[in-house]
Nanobody, 121 residues
Framework: QLRLVESGGGLVQPGGSLRLSCAAS????????IGWFRQAPGKDREGVSC????????NYADSVKGRFTISRDNTKNTVYLQMNSLKPEDTAVYYC??????????????WGQGTQVTVSS
């Protein structure tokens, strides 16, 4: 089992920033592409961003392009999601998830517990 633990969520005002972290338990972390997903109350879970195992490829949902940046430090077994210019509609539980390959394709095999992000004045 690959264990993933998110952190960094919290309450922030519109226009503010947060950085989420996803820490993994395996030394072979580089073998896994990592995605960020979010789920708002009453809504389906949606993909936010994904990064390949090496960090060489990334993608973003249209709703967050230009505002969010995904990155990873494989020496620390950690993936980050820098969220800037936050909007109330970004409010959700954010999950990181590991794909079973080193590229962002298919459905993730491992999920973290989620961290709450609330954007409100």
């Amino acid at each position: 089992q690959l264990r993933l633990v998110e952190s960094g969520g919290g309450l922030v005002q519109p226009g503010g920033s947060l950085r989420l972290s996803c820490a993994a338990s395996r030394a072979t972390f580089r073998a896994y592409a990592i995605g960020w997903f979010r789920q708002a109350p009453g809504k389906d879970r949606e993909g936010v961003s994904c990064i390949s195992g090496s960090g060489g490829s990334t993608n973003y949902a249209d709703s967050v392009k230009g505002r969010f940046t995904i990155s990873r430090d494989n020496t620390k077994n950690t993936v980050y999601l820098q969220m800037n210019s936050l909007k109330p509609e970004d409010t959700a539980v954010y999950y990181c998830a590991a794909y079973l390959v080193d590229y962002c394709s298919g459905y993730p095999g491992y999920w973290g517990q989620g961290t709450q992000v609330t954007v409100s004045s």
